[in-house]
C-alpha cells in the first residue's frame, strides 16, 4: 500500500476535548473519524486492526465449538417483550417505528434474538451443548459516550450464547470460554488483564465475570490483591474484615442530644468509627418497603450487593416512618410489616458498639451482638475498602485499581429461555428448560484498549500479530535513482514475501516519514537512504524499542523474520 | 462439523406463502429464520456461504485498489440534511430519534457518510483517484419485501465509493468496476448474468448500470437483444422502430364525433394503431406545468425517461385546461406558459397519421409531420415493445425477460461532494469538486440468486467455491464397528486434507441421510456403508449430475481432488 493514496491524514495537532491517550492516537494518525456522538467512522489502518481482531476471535470461538451466525440489528418490539425486557431497559436501547407503525428495536445484545434461532430447531437433550456467535454491529444509547472507541453508541461486537441440560455442563463450558478470551486477549497483545466477579445487571443471572483491562483511564473500579490473583470488580468485591476484640463492657443508655451521625457520636463518646454501629435507610417503590441496613460505622453500604439481596432496585432515603427513630437507629426486631432490617457480616461478634437506641436523644455503649441482640442472619452488603485482608488467600491486602472492560461473560440460567418458552425433552422425555451462558467482547473497544496499553509519547506501538502493516518502507529521497530502485526492489521483495508493507512514497522530510511511522505504530521501519545504500546496507528500526539495525540488503529479509517471529 | 451438533433444521414441509424457491430451499434446508417482516437471521450454513462470497467480493475489490472501511449505521440528521436527501427520501428510510431527541437515521446507503469520511483529508488532485468500500448491515424499510433474502429490511452490502479528479477518470474506473463486478459473479458460480444500464433513481448522475440474474422469479423487466450482447432495464431500453413506409396523402379533416380513444378511433376509421399519434396528459406539480406527451399510438409513454428529461416527477393526469382539447388533442404550438408539448422520436418522419384536430369533434387524417407541423426536436420518450430491433447491432429482435438486480454502479458525478462541500486542488491551484462512483452489491441477495439459477426438485445445488461445506460424508449403520472407524478415519482425513466436512453422525436411515444432503445442496457425498466396505470400497456422488463413483479407499482423496477442481 502506498501511503500517497492512503485515505486518511496524520497531524500534529492535539483534538480539543480529548483525555484517552487511544483517541488521541487514533484521531492524529487517520484511524477513526467521528460522525457524531458516540458514533465513528474506521478509516483503512483501523479496518485492518480491526479485521485481525476479528480473525483471532473467530478462531477461539471456532475453537470451542462456536458456530458463527448473523443475528438481526433491526428488531420487532414483540420478541423484546417475550423476555420482558421491551420494558425492563430504559432508554439506552434505541426504539423505532416502521413504514407501519411497528415498533422496533435496534439490537443491544441479542438473548432474545439467539433463542429465537434456535427455538423449535433443537429438541432433544441429546443436541446439547452448543454455542452460536456473531461479529456484529449493536447499538446502544449510551447516556455518556467517552474517550474515543472506549465508551461508543455503535460498535461491532462479539457475542456468543451457549445452551446446556444443566448447570454443571453450563459451568464447565463457562470455564472453557474464560479461558478462551485469556487466549483472545493474549492473542491481541494484552498484557495486563484479569478477569473480575461482576454483577450481570440487566442480563439476568447470578455468576458473571468481567475482563479487565488494568489501565488508569478506565471507567471502572475494580479490587485486587496484592499477594494472590483475587480480583472482583468493586459491585461485588468481598474481603476480610478486621474484627476488633476486646472484653464485653457494661451496655450503657447513654444521652447523646442532638449527635445523630456518625462522626458527632464518635467525637461525642470518644470512640472511633468501626466501634459504632451505624443504620442506613433505603426505600422499595416495587414493594413498598423501607429498609435498614445495618453495618460496621467505618463501612459503606454496597447497594449492588443489597439491591442483588433484595432481588428489588433500593433507593437510598432520608427515612419517615412513625416506627423509625431517625438519627437514634439501634439494631432491634421491628414489628412492622413495611420494615425490612439487614446486618451486615462486619457486625458478626461485633462487640462493645455504639448503637442507636431507637429513641431520641439516646445511644447505647458497649452494645455486644449475641448478647443484646441476636438478628435472624448476617449479610455481606458492604463496600470493599483498601487495604482490608484478601478473602481468597487469607493473607494479601485488597487495592483498588482502574480498568477498561473489554469483555464479560455471563451464566444466564433460565431466563430466557422460560420467558421465551424453549424447551428440550431430557433423559426421561420429560420437558427441560435449557441453562443458558452468554459472551461477549466488543471488537472496537480491544483495539482501543491495546492503544491505551501499548503507546508512548510518540504515539501507539501495536503488537505485530495485529498491526495494521508490520513494516513501514520509508525510502529517503526518492529522486535518487538507487534509492527509488532499490525500494521498489524491496517493496516487491517483502509483498512477495507475504509482508503487509506500508510504503512511503511521498516527496516529504525524513521527519515527517519517521514522525508518521512512529505515530501510526508500524513495528518496524525499514529506511533506504543514499548513504547507506553506498554500503549497500539498509537500515532497520524497531518501533517498541527503538532499537536501530543496519544489515546488508540480501540480510533484510532473514533479520526481519526474526524480528517478527521475536 | 457434526450435523448432530449443526444448529438449524431440515424439514419437508414447504412453508405456506413461499413463492421463490430460494425462500423455499433456504428455509426447509435450516438456512435462514424469519424474525419479522423482512428480517432474517442466519443460521451457521447460511452464515459459511456468505462469509465466502464476502471474500470474493473482498479480493475483488482490493484488485482494484479498493480500500475497506466501516461506516456507521446510525447516522445524525446534519449528515443527511447536508445532500438534501434527509427530506427528498421518504418513508424507506428507517428515522428515530436518541435519548437526546437527536434526529436519526439508519443507514440506507452512504454517499454523504463516504464524503464525510474523506473530507479535509484529501486535498489534491494528485491523492486521487481512489476508492474505499465495505462490507456492512443496511437498513430499507421497503414497502413490500418478499421471497425470502430476494427483498428484505435488512441486508449485508458491499458499497463503494470511488473518487476522481474529471469525468474521464471517473469512466475509466467504472469500466473496471464492471468488469470486477462479472468476475465476482462468476467467481459466485453465477451464469446467466448481464449489466443492462439503468435509471440513477435517487442516487443522482446520470450513468447507471445494474447487474441482473435472468430469472422467472426476477422482480424486475429487462430488455435483450437476441443477437448480440445489448440489455437495457425496462425503465431506459431503447429500440430502433420500425417506419411505415407510405406515400403522403391528403390532408383531410374529419367528423370522428364521441370517438375520443385510440382504440375507437381506429375502429371508426379503419386504420392500425400505429397509423396514428396519440397525446398522454402528464402534470408537474413542482413547476405547476402541463405536459403533452405525443407518441404513437401502438406505442407506450416510458415515464421514467419522461421524468429524467424533465428533470421532475411527473404524473399522469386526465387534463383540465381551457386551451386543451381532451380527447381530440393534435401536434401544434401550444403558446401557453404552463404547457410543455413533447414529441417522442417514433414520430420522427412519419406521415399519414391520424391525429387530434385540437377541435372537437374533430380529427385530422393523413397528417405529415415536417409537411403539416415541425416540433423543435423528437425525444425518445417511448417504452421498448417485445420483437423491436436492437438499436446496438441493428439487426435482433428484443425481447423481455425477468431478472434479479444483483448489483449496480452509478457515476454520481459531483452531487455530493458539492452539496457537503468537498473540495481538493487541481493542477493549478484551484478548487475544484471531486467527481464520484458509487457501487453496490447486495451479499444476501446475491446467496439467495445462486440458490434461483442453481437448485432442481431435491434442493440447492452449491457452486462447488461457495458451498457451506464441500463434502457430506454419510456412513450408513453407524453402529457398524468397521463403518464407524472408516467414517472417523476418512473425517479426519479429509479435515485435515483442508476439505469442509458435514459429517452426518445421526442414527437415521439413508434416506433421510441423502435427502438431507440433496436439499442442503453439498456437492460432493462420500457414502460409507457395510456393503461397499466389504470391497474396501466408497461410493461418492456428484449433487449436481447425479453421478456416482465407486473408488478404492485410498483412492478417494485423489478422486475428490480432482472433482474438485473441475
Redesign the interface.
Known amino acids: 500500500m502506498k501511503i500517497?493514496?492512503?485515505?486518511?491524514?496524520r497531524t500534529k495537532e492535539i483534538p480539543s476535548g480529548v483525555v484517552a491517550k487511544s483517541h488521541e492516537y487514533l484521531l492524529r494518525a487517520?484511524y477513526i473519524?467521528q460522525?457524531?456522538n458516540g458514533?465513528?467512522?474506521?478509516?483503512?489502518p483501523?479496518?485492518?486492526v480491526?479485521?485481525k481482531l476479528e480473525k483471532i476471535i473467530r478462531e477461539e470461538m471456532d475453537k470451542i465449538?462456536g458456530?458463527?451466525?448473523?443475528?438481526?440489528?433491526?428488531?420487532?418490539k414483540?420478541?423484546w417483550e417475550e423476555s420482558g425486557r421491551y420494558t425492563s431497559i430504559g432508554?439506552?436501547m434505541?426504539?423505532?417505528k416502521?413504514?407501519a407503525e411497528?415498533d422496533m428495536v435496534?439490537g443491544m445484545t441479542h438473548e432474545e434474538?439467539a433463542v429465537?434461532?434456535?427455538k423449535?430447531?433443537?429438541k432433544s437433550y441429546?443436541?446439547l451443548p452448543?454455542m452460536?456467535y456473531q461479529i456484529?454491529?449493536k447499538?446502544r444509547?449510551e447516556?455518556r459516550s467517552r474517550a474515543g472507541l472506549i465508551r461508543v453508541?455503535?460498535f461491532?461486537m462479539k457475542d456468543a450464547y451457549s445452551f446446556h441440560k444443566d448447570k454443571n455442563d453450563l459451568e464447565n463450558y463457562y470455564n472453557k470460554v474464560k479461558e478462551a478470551y485469556f487466549k483472545i486477549y493474549k492473542r491481541m497483545g494484552m498484557k495486563n488483564v484479569v478477569s473480575v466477579k461482576s454483577d450481570s445487571g440487566m442480563m439476568g443471572g447470578k455468576i458473571a465475570d468481567e475482563f479487565m483491562l488494568i489501565t488508569d483511564i478506565g471507567e471502572d473500579s475494580l479490587v485486587v490483591c496484592d499477594s494472590c490473583d483475587y480480583s472482583a470488580n468493586m459491585e461485588v468485591a468481598e474481603s476480610i474484615l478486621d474484627v476488633y476484640e476486646s472484653q464485653e463492657g457494661q451496655y450503657e443508655l447513654v444521652n447523646t442530644g442532638e449527635s445523630k451521625t456518625i462522626e458527632d457520636v464518635c467525637k461525642l463518646l470518644n470512640v472511633k468509627p468501626e466501634q459504632t454501629c451505624k443504620a442506613v435507610c433505603y426505600y422499595l417503590s416495587k414493594s413498598k418497603k423501607y429498609v435498614i441496613a445495618f453495618i460496621r460505622g467505618d463501612l459503606e453500604v454496597n447497594e449492588i450487593k443489597l439491591r442483588n439481596l433484595l432481588k428489588e432496585e433500593v433507593v437510598a432515603i432520608s427515612v419517615d416512618h412513625p416506627k423509625i427513630v431517625a438519627g437514634y437507629i439501634g439494631p432491634k426486631d421491628f414489628k412492622e410489616d413495611d420494615i425490612i432490617t439487614i446486618y451486615d457480616i462486619s457486625l458478626k461478634g461485633a462487640k462493645n458498639l455504639v448503637v442507636g437506641a431507637n429513641a431520641k436523644p439516646y445511644h447505647i455503649k458497649n452494645f455486644s451482638f449475641i448478647r443484646d441482640y441476636t438478628p435472624k442472619s448476617f449479610e455481606d452488603i458492604s463496600k470493599v475498602k483498601e487495604g482490608q485482608i484478601c478473602k481468597k488467600c487469607g493473607k494479601g491486602h485488597l487495592k483498588t485499581v482502574r480498568g477498561i472492560e473489554i469483555g464479560n461473560i455471563f451464566q444466564l440460567g433460565t431466563k430466557y429461555t422460560e420467558s421465551m418458552n424453549m424447551t428440550v425433552h431430557n433423559e426421561n422425555g420429560e420437558e427441560i428448560y435449557p441453562i443458558m451462558g452468554c459472551y461477549g467482547i466488543g471488537v472496537g473497544r480491544c483495539l482501543a484498549s491495546i492503544v491505551e496499553e501499548s503507546c508512548d509519547e510518540k504515539g501507539i506501538i501495536w503488537p505485530i500479530q495485529i498491526a495494521p502493516w508490520q513494516i513501514y518502507l520509508s525510502p529517503l529521497r526518492l529522486d535518487d535513482e538507487n534509492v527509488y530502485k532499490t525500494s521498489e526492489e524491496i517493496n516487491q521483495l517483502l509483498e512477495t514475501s507475504g509482508y503487509e508493507v506500508l510504503y512511503d512514497d511521498r516527496n516529504v522530510t525524513a521527519g515527517i516519514k519517521f514522525a508518521d511511522s512512529e505515530l501510526m505504530g508500524i513495528p518496524l521501519r525499514v529506511v533506504i537512504s543514499p548513504r547507506s545504500l553506498q554500503n549497500n546496507e539498509i537500515e532497520i528500526v524497531v518501533r517498541k524499542s527503538g532499537e536501530k539495525i543496519m544489515c546488508k540488503k540480501d540480510e533484510l529479509l532473514t533479520i526481519i523474520k526474526n524480528l517478527i517471529k521475536e
Chains 1, 2 share one sequence.
Open positions: 500517497s493514496k492512503l485515505v486518511g491524514e487517520g473519524k460522525v457524531c458514533v465513528f467512522s474506521l478509516l483503512p483501523a479496518y485492518r480491526q479485521a465449538g458456530q458463527e451466525v448473523l443475528l438481526p440489528v433491526l428488531m420487532p414483540e420478541l432508554s439506552e434505541f426504539r423505532l416502521d413504514r411497528h435496534l434474538a429465537h434461532l434456535v423449535n430447531t433443537i441429546d443436541q452448543f452460536i456484529q454491529t447499538l444509547d447516556p453508541r455503535e461491532i
